[in-house]
């Protein structure tokens, strides 16, 4: 069993930043894909970011130049940091583990982030 725990999300105002955590618990494979996605009211879930277990990165459009994903040394926490963050930047934030070989699709409960004035 495998579980995800975020936290880091509140409020900030527009151009401010927010780093958001997620560390994964349980049997991790050593092949992996740990990613965060953001849903807000009346859209559909959407990808962020997300890091290899091998430090490959992909960002979505919207937050490249702005958002930086990273790994700790230990393998099973994976952080977000967000920058210049706008309006547009508000949502629900979740943590999702692709794991490998020892396979599983895992979601964390989200946190939420609010930009605003």
């Known amino acids: 069993q495998v579980q995800l725990v975020e936290s880091g999300g509140g409020l900030v105002q527009p151009g401010g930043s927010l780093r958001l955590s997620c560390v994964a618990s349980?049997?991790?494979?050593?092949?992996?894909?740990l990613g965060w996605y953001r849903q807000a009211p009346g859209k559909q879930r959407e990808l962020v970011a997300d890091?290899?277990?091998?430090?490959?990165?992909n960002y979505a459009d919207s937050v490249k130049g702005r958002f930086t994903i990273s790994r700790a040394n230990a393998r099973n926490t994976v952080f977000l940091q967000m920058n210049s963050l706008k309006p547009d930047d508000t949502a629900v934030y979740y943590c999702?583990?692709?794991?490998?070989?020892?396979?599983?699709?895992?979601w964390g409960q989200g946190t939420q982030v609010t930009v605003s004035s």
């Open positions: 999702r583990l692709r794991n490998g070989p020892l396979g599983g699709d895992y």
């Open positions: 349980g049997r991790i494979s050593n092949i992996y894909v």
């Open positions: 890091i290899t277990s091998g430090d490959k990165t």
